[in-house]
């Protein structure tokens, strides 16, 4: 079991997501031989610019109206997360997709700056990481939640944040630092 590359990852499957059209299953028709290699368990991250950075929502049972999720998928791979359906609407799993194919919205910053200096733009606290965790290890490649943070600094914007990533604390400390430059 410890040999798997799956091993010790939240979801061990590649289970079709509930939107897509079409089903497929593997049989063997004695043709070819039976491929056996496992799926990799290094998350690929491919750029990818979003049309829009704020989602919006006027659920009166969540507690915000904005937010920002700067990737799409999570490579913390909880079990429990309530994100993974959210693959399914790209035709990936649930599973191991959305723990191994990570989507990183590299144009967030200048989304958000455009959005927040639009004329009718009302302020309401934005909650950053509400689907997947901000702080997830690619952070530390991309540097997208750091960049969605200054644009909030430099507006003196409310924001909530959620995440579970020890990655957080070392960044506050560099985005105070750059708060007292600025100021």
């Known amino acids: 079991m410890k040999h798997e590359t799956t091993y ?3 979801a061990r499957s590649f289970v079709a997501g509930r939107f897509e059209t079409v089903a497929r299953e593997p049989f063997d028709d004695g043709w070819t031989p039976e491929e056996k290699t496992p799926p990799s368990s290094r998350p690929a991250s491919p750029r990818s610019g979003a049309r829009s950075i704020i989602s919006r929502n006027d659920s009166p049972d969540i507690g915000f109206s904005q937010s920002i999720n ?17 693959h399914a609407y790209l035709e990936l799993s649930p599973g191991l997709d959305f723990e191994t194919k990570l989507f990183a919205k590299t144009n967030a910053a200048e989304l958000l700056r455009a959005e927040l ?19 997830q290890p690619i952070e530390r490649k991309f540097r997208i939640t750091r960049q969605i943070l200054e644009v909030l600094a430099e507006c003196e914007h409310p924001f909530t944040m959620v995440t579970k990533s020890a990655l957080s604390s070392a960044i506050w ?5 750059w708060r ?3 100021w």
């Open 8 to 10: 010790l990852r939240g």
């Open 70 to 86: 700067p990737y799409r998928g999570c490579e913390h791979g909880c079990i429990y997360c309530y994100a993974r359906p959210s």
């Open 117 to 135: 200096s639009k004329p009718g733009y009302v302020p309401s606290p934005i909650a950053i990481g509400a689907n997947t965790d901000c702080y």
């Open 173 to 177: 400390t560099s985005l105070r630092r």
């Open 180 to 182: 007292r430059r600025t």
